[in-house]
């Protein structure tokens, strides 16, 4: 009888997981099959010394194509049961998935697994209209249905409050040569495999706008198209914030944001309040919430933009490991 995962299976899961959001798109992720499980591993050689230097980034990253990974097989009727962080000696190892009992897909599994090809980062700016208050219910319970929090930030003072710690964080990073020269690594201006795109980068950031864009983009903006003047702006957070926290946390992101393209809605994301820890923490007490912040996003209508490229599956595959 066949008790384990099959390489098929892993490919065909992996194709979603790679989908998954990473900073400055470095794919830090590899997938490999081991006693019938499938193994999610942090890819040490993708990490960014200079951006990242704790692994925070990486592991919301693998957080988040693990999402993808347990949508796979769920909608495959082959679902899985996930252990985190399963071999203590092996903390690159952040998740290993093994099968759970057959069952048919949830709509909502198939809802948000057909929303992985379509979701994309969109840092154009967004059209003023509102975003309605059953969109925004749903963007909180995806972070709740991963034992997250999704903080919907209210009002003009609560945006602007948040405006200022995001710029402060922006200012204290871009004063960093290693962390400008690292992000100048990973923008393409040629079609490639991993890095953001210089097109997809976004407008070049100007004085007048509200939040600090992360500086990918060399785009001109068009004459009157500014970002909308008051952003919705949504603080994902976790109940603690150790490296199993965080994969939890990319869990999350990756159900809050497959729930805004399934909404219809664009989302991009801002790391600097919570790559600053002084940042983060001033972030934390604005929202007077417990627990951590994991990451900042903004919401709304964008015009239609395309998916960022990635590496093709089998690179990032380790195929089977037996131990004897
Ligand atoms: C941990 C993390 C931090 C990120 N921080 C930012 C950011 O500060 N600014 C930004 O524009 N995008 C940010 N992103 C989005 C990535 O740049 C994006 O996911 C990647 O380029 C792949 O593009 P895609 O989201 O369109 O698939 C972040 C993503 C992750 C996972």
Excluded: K
């Amino acid at each position: 009888m066949e008790t384990g995962f099959t390489v098929e299976q892993l490919r065909t899961a992996a194709t979603d997981a790679v989908r998954a959001p990473s900073m400055h798109n470095t794919q830090p992720w590899r997938f490999r099959l081991r006693d019938g499980g499938i193994e999610v591993l942090v890819d040490a050689d993708r990490r960014l010394p200079a951006t990242d230097p704790n692994g925070w980034g990486a592991r919301i990253a693998c957080g988040a194509a693990l999402f993808n990974l347990r949508l796979a097989l769920a909608v495959a009727g082959t679902p899985a049961t996930v252990r985190l962080r399963p071999h203590p000696a092996e903390p690159d190892v952040v998740a290993r998935l093994v099968p759970d009992v057959p069952r048919h897909p949830t709509p909502a599994e198939r809802a948000l697994h057909s929303a992985i090809p379509r979701r994309y980062s969109n840092r154009a700016p967004f059209w003023p209209d509102p975003v309605p208050a059953d969109a925004r219910w749903r963007l909180a319970e995806a972070a709740r249905a991963e034992r997250c929090w999704l903080e919907l930030l209210v009002g003009v003072g609560a945006v602007n409050a948040f405006a200022e710690i995001a710029r402060g964080a922006h200012r204290v990073l871009e004063r960093s040569p290693e962390y400008r020269a690292e992000r100048q690594e990973w923008v393409r201006a040629t079609p490639a495999p991993d890095g953001v795109p210089a097109a997809s980068g976004g407008p070049r950031g100007e004085p007048q706008d509200v939040l600090p864009s992360r500086g990918f983009g060399g785009l001109d903006r068009a004459p009157g198209r500014d970002f909308e003047p008051e952003p919705l702006v949504a603080v994902l957070g976790s109940p603690g914030n150790t490296a199993v926290d965080q994969v939890v946390a990319g869990q999350a992101l990756q159900r809050v944001l497959l729930t805004a393209t399934d909404s219809g809605l664009a989302a991009s994301m801002l790391s600097q309040p919570i790559e600053v820890p002084s940042a983060r923490d001033q972030l934390r007490l604005s929202l007077g919430r417990f627990g951590t912040p994991q990451m900042v996003l903004r919401v709304g209508y964008g015009q239609p933009g395309w998916p960022t490229p990635r590496r093709v599956v089998d690179e990032v595959l380790d195929l089977p490991v037996t131990r004897s």
